[in-house]
């Protein structure tokens, strides 16, 4: 790693940037046009954000605080814990200890800085791990690994079985840093009470296994007001779906990456409702006077994401689906598949319910949640099997009225890439064109952002789309 690069801390780099930005809410034009000449490389990203008003300062406040919280944990007598995107915060969070959701800070690098996380990314090969896993846990691991950032106490995953490479980057980091480390393992299957039982004891363990590194027990009235709290915000994240159906789709590219980023990190907590508040409002407004989410443009087209989006500098992508009148339904990691919701209402027992009336229900609602994320529901194996990526894919596109499906994922990802082109063959005969990104989301250096668009505009030009 370069020297100069080993003279600040990832985490604080990050939080600083955003702490400027999150009290520029108040600033007139003029002062953020004086104070963005002393951030040339953040301003972009900051513009787009801007853009969307007070929903897009709220979200900044929001990242703001997830920060706070990890540089001050420890003065704060609170323990930290490096997890996974495929695993809920709210347990985390009721348990007073700060999850460092690894790959929501390497995207974060990827969108704020221009040298993105490219420095530790290389970093944890040079250690020996290897380069071919995915970027998205490599990219911030690599600057804890340099101990570089706030010192990790434990850390636990939950993808073993479905992502070998997210699972080594743990195993990876605890053997190297010496910390403890708990892997949760996922479910067989969804909704048969046999595996139910089995993730429930499961997450049990991991419980006891918080229990023992914190030095403290679990809350229940805490976990209760977590609970609740995630059952408010599935609501609000329910009736923001139901507006993906409306032709202009209503909703402004950029709320796909807030929808999720929030729920990777602040699942549970009030600052996440208060966003989500604020985007249905937005949302509401354009559905009442029928104009879509885009800025720039009519929709033209509307494109649904069937694995993840792209983290360049200037939020790129999404900017650039705004200026092309493209309009974003959603992906992988924004459905939560919450038994409320309309995508999932023909998915029995697949989906996750609340229950806060007893601790064993409590715990129930927790494990069941979890193997609802992302990648623990998904990507679990046969793409073609029922309630899965195929089905669950082709169903979304049809209920939102998609022009076509995008793939876009990491080179690391053999889950995925073992699978893409039978899929995307299978969506195609389905009616939808598809077209795969050969990029990473996280590592602009495998495709430049420059390569990525041109294939995306062939694809929509040669598809008659635009
Ligand atoms: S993107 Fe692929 S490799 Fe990375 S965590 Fe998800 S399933 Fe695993």
Redesign the pocket.
């Known amino acids: 790693m370069r020297p100069e690069i080993k003279e600040y801390n990832y985490d604080w780099m990050l939080g600083s940037l955003l702490k400027v930005a999150s009290e520029i809410g108040n600033s007139s034009e003029k002062e953020i046009q004086y104070l963005t000449n002393y951030i040339p490389y953040f301003k972009g990203t900051l513009s787009v954000l801007l853009r969307e008003g007070e929903v897009g300062t709220c979200f900044i406040r929001l990242l703001d605080k997830y920060f706070d919280n990890i540089l001050t944990a420890h003065q704060n007598s609170k323990k930290i814990s490096a997890i996974?995107f495929?695993l809920s915060p709210a347990l985390f969070h009721a348990m007073n200890i700060v999850p460092v959701t690894l790959?929501v800070m390497t995207g974060l690098a990827g969108l704020l800085w221009k040298r993105g996380a490219y420095d530790y990314l290389d970093y944890g090969c040079e250690l020996g791990f290897t380069e071919t896993s995915?970027s998205?846990?490599r990219g911030a691991l690599g600057a804890y690994l340099a101990g570089l950032g706030e010192e990790i106490d434990f850390l636990v995953c939950d993808?073993p079985g479905?992502?070998d490479?997210?699972a080594n980057a743990f195993a990876f980091a605890s053997t190297f840093m010496e910390k403890p480390f708990f892997q949760l393992n996922y479910p067989q299957t969804i909704g048969d009470e046999k595996t139910r039982k089995y993730h429930l004891d499961d997450y049990k363990d991991l419980i006891t296994f918080l229990k023992e590194q914190t030095g403290k027990d679990l809350d229940v009235d805490r976990l209760r007001e977590v609970l609740k709290e995630v059952d408010k915000q599935d609501d609000i994240l329910a009736e923001i779906e139901d507006f993906y159906c409306l032709v202009p789709n209503p909703i402004p590219v950029i709320f796909n990456l807030f929808i999720y980023i929030g729920r990777f990190i602040s699942a549970g907590l009030p600052e996440y409702t208060e966003l989500l508040e604020l985007m249905l409002e937005k949302v509401q407004q354009n559905a009442q006077k029928g104009i879509t989410g885009l800025h720039f443009e009519q929709e033209k087209a509307r494109v649904f994401m069937c694995y993840?989006d792209h983290y360049t500098l200037n939020l790129d992508f999404f900017d650039w689906l705004n200026r092309r009148g493209i309009s974003h339904l959603g992906g992988i990691l924004s459905r939560n598949f919450r038994d409320n919701t309309r995508y999932a209402s023909e998915l029995e027992k697949s989906t996750y319910g609340i229950d806060t009336s007893t601790f064993e229900t409590m715990l129930t609602s927790l494990s069941e949640m979890n193997a609802t994320l992302p990648?623990v529901r998904s990507?679990r194996g046969p793409f073609d099997k029922p309630n899965m990526w195929l089905e669950e894919s082709i169903s979304l596109a049809r209920l939102y009225h998609a022009d076509c499906v995008v793939y876009n994922?990491?080179p690391?990802?053999?889950?995925?890439w073992g699978m893409v082109k039978p899929f995307a063959r299978e969506v195609e005969k389905a009616g939808f064109p598809v077209h795969i990104m050969n990029g990473d989301a996280f590592d602009d250096r495998v495709e430049s952002w420059e390569s990525t668009v041109n294939r995306l505009e062939e694809f929509l030009s040669i598809r008659g789309l635009l």
């Open positions: 996974t495929c790959e995915c998205s846990q993808t479905v992502c490479t997210n993840i990648m990507i994922g990491t690391g990802c053999r889950n995925t």
